[in-house]
């Protein structure tokens, strides 16, 4: 079954989690910077279960496989990294499908966008440890430029602790106010 034919959540994943509360010095920080980091969003069992799904559908004979809108085991240019990249595993495994109606994540992006929002798509970049390989320096809005001005806002879940030494997520401060900058692939 294509679970993207159900708009609503199918387990109790996130049904207990409520929506959470920027303050102001929050919301003016995003909309100086482009970029909010470290709230909450989800506990320890919910990441368990996101781990676990990622980690089955990292398998390429996975049985649903052919309901991801894009799939690649390995976009790293380097044989001995690995860089999964898929869109769509939301149509596929419970808890990735719930995920999006959690309240917490749509609480914030509601108030960083001050609208009610819509999911665009899913994404998933999976990096095994000690030999995981690289996504470049890139423009989120280079690939979502349909929205003009833009209107939209990535939410990014790092389901292991992020560190400068292992690979962590980096932004560039004020870059949403800069032109647009071409995209590159990942190395």
């Not at 920080?29 to 368990?48: M, S």
């Not at 052919?66 to 596929?92: C, K, M, Q």
């Not at 995981?132 to 989120?140: E, R, T």
Request: glycine content about 6%; some cysteine.
């Amino acid at each position: 079954m294509d679970l993207s034919t159900i708009h609503h959540p199918i387990t109790e994943l996130f049904k207990q989690q409520g929506p959470v509360l920027l303050t102001e010095e929050q919301t003016n920080f995003y909309r100086d910077n482009g970029y909010l980091a470290g709230i909450p969003l989800l506990n320890a069992t919910q990441v368990e279960a996101l781990r676990s799904e990622i980690d089955e559908l990292t398998d390429a004979k996975h049985p649903r496989r052919e309901l991801f809108y894009e799939y690649n085991s390995n976009e790293s240019a380097d044989p001995n990294t690995v860089l999964f990249h898929a869109l769509g595993a939301w149509r596929i495994l419970p808890a990735l499908h719930d995920v999006l109606w959690n309240p917490a994540f749509v609480s914030c992006a509601e108030q960083l966008l001050n609208t009610d929002v819509r999911f665009w798509h899913d994404q998933i970049f999976y990096k095994p440890a000690r030999h995981g390989g690289v996504v470049a320096w890139h423009q989120d809005y280079s690939y979502w430029t349909r929205a003009t001005p833009a209107g939209h806002v990535t939410c990014w879940i790092g389901l292991d602790d992020s560190t400068l030494d292992n690979g962590c997520v980096r932004y560039l401060s004020g870059s949403l106010r800069r032109r647009r900058v071409r995209r590159k692939r990942p190395v």
